[in-house]
Nanobody
């Protein structure tokens, strides 16, 4: 079964940056499938953040466009999310998604 493990979350001040990673294992589909990042704040529904195709085409939610950058390294079976100019409203648990599978999430807290 495919396994996804997020890492890189933490506490950062507004305007700061964080880089998230999602390591995939247990399946060969990583290199041919679109992957994405989602996030969920307490009391809110999980929302779309960004996606990246197997060949590197990207899409972003309007709320993060221009601030976040999604990328992937197929050779390492890893997806990344570089988050710059973070805002308090970015506070959430960030989840990696691949073909119906989800990671356990990593907490990002943007606060002074």
């Amino acid at each position: 079964q495919v396994r996804l493990v997020e890492s890189g979350g933490g506490l950062v001040q507004p305007g700061g940056s964080l880089g998230l990673s999602c390591a995939a294992s247990g399946s060969s589909i990583f290199t041919i499938r679109t992957m994405g990042w989602f996030r969920q704040a307490p009391g809110k529904q999980r929302e779309y953040v960004a996606t990246i195709t197997s060949t590197g085409s990207t899409n972003y939610a309007d709320s993060v466009k221009g601030r976040f950058t999604i990328s992937r390294d197929n050779a390492e079976n890893t997806m990344y999310l570089q988050m710059d100019n973070l805002k308090p409203e970015d506070t959430a648990v960030y989840y990696c998604h691949l073909s119906g599978f989800w990671g356990q999430g990593t907490q990002v807290t943007v606060s002074s």
